[in-house]
């Protein structure tokens, strides 16, 4: 069974006003088509060899959307004779593939084609109540069918995707249990991490500049929680700095997960509020070693 997305509306905001003719449909769902292009474009050209799996997926996104930019462009020429223009819009079109969540996946080191495809999944199911929004506040018969034709379009693609994601989630599980790998799931394996974590913000801060080692020795908390460095407890030779950063990150952006994950599955009031408090100092922390990571140095 695939693990859900935690639940939200999919739809924040509804659409202002009702679409008036054929022209001003195509103009927007054209200009979403394209920007949903320009930012799955932007994911297919980033990020290092690890991300590889995620940018795959990114690749086949932005082709589909560039497609379906295309077909709408065809579909807006052969119903009024001309391409979509931006003079037909009166609203500016609701944005189905907002750019934080695709930040929020493009920085996570804990990045999955799963996610990735979980992710556009959620995009399509968006288009399909936006256009569904759109039909059922039409002014006129064609813009209604145009507009259900665009819904029915969305869910077909969202089932598409699911498919993709199933495969994506079946893929990480067997490579999982290929690897013998155990998952840190529990309350009980976060505190094993967590003394991991304080070891490599012990050794990032050895070899920091000196604002950022204060920084980063203030995050340990008071001298009783320092790992104890000996004479051995020094780099390997084939770590460098930026494994350690990258790793620390990692744990910490794991630990994240783990205590909003146990909020999410607390069965009474005080696991719930102790999950929640090690959560936000948790995604606190993550923040702050992002902000120190990003600095020269």
């Keep these: 069974m695939e693990p859900k997305m935690r ?3 999919l739809l924040a905001t509804e659409p202002p006003a009702p679409v008036r003719d054929i022209g001003e449909l195509y103009a927007i769902a054209f200009a979403q088509a394209e920007r949903a292009a320009q930012r799955y474009g932007k994911l297919a050209a980033a990020g290092d060899e690890a991300f590889e799996p995620v940018r795959c997926v990114f690749e086949v996104l932005d082709q589909r959307e560039r497609e ?61 109540i936006f256009w569904t929004y759109i039909a059922a506040r039409a002014e006129g018969a064609r813009v209604r069918t145009a507009a259900e034709s665009l819904a029915r379009e969305a869910l077909r693609d969202g089932n598409l995707l699911r498919r993709e994601r199933r495969l994506a989630w079946r893929a990480g599980r067997k490579e999982a249990l290929a690897a013998e790998a155990p998952a840190v799931t529990e309350l009980s394996s976060a505190a094993l991490l967590e003394s991991l974590l304080l070891r490599d913000i012990f050794r990032w801060s050895q070899d ?52 909003l994950d146990e909020a999410d599955n607390a069965i009474d009031q005080s696991r719930l509020e102790l999950a929640q408090q090690l959560a936000a100092r948790s995604i606190a922390r993550l923040a702050e070693l992002r902000a120190i990571a990003s600095l020269p140095g």
């Design 7 to 9: 639940s939200e509306p």
């Design 68 to 128: 379906r930019a295309e077909a709408i462009e065809k579909a807006c020429i052969e119903a009024i004779g001309r391409a979509p223009a931006k003079a037909d819009l009166r609203w500016a079109p609701l944005d189905l593939v907002p750019a934080e969540e695709l930040s929020d996946l493009e920085n996570s080191l804990l990045a999955t084609a799963y996610g990735a495809w979980a992710l556009a999944v959620r995009h399509r199911e968006r288009a399909f």
């Design 208 to 259: 920091a500049p000196a604002p950022q080692r204060s920084q980063l020795l203030s995050l340990i908390g008071d001298g009783s929680q320092a790992p104890i460095a000996d004479a051995n407890d020094t780099f390997p030779h084939s770590e460098t700095l930026g494994d350690i950063k990258r790793r620390a990150l990692r744990r910490a952006e794991q630990l994240s997960s783990i205590y």
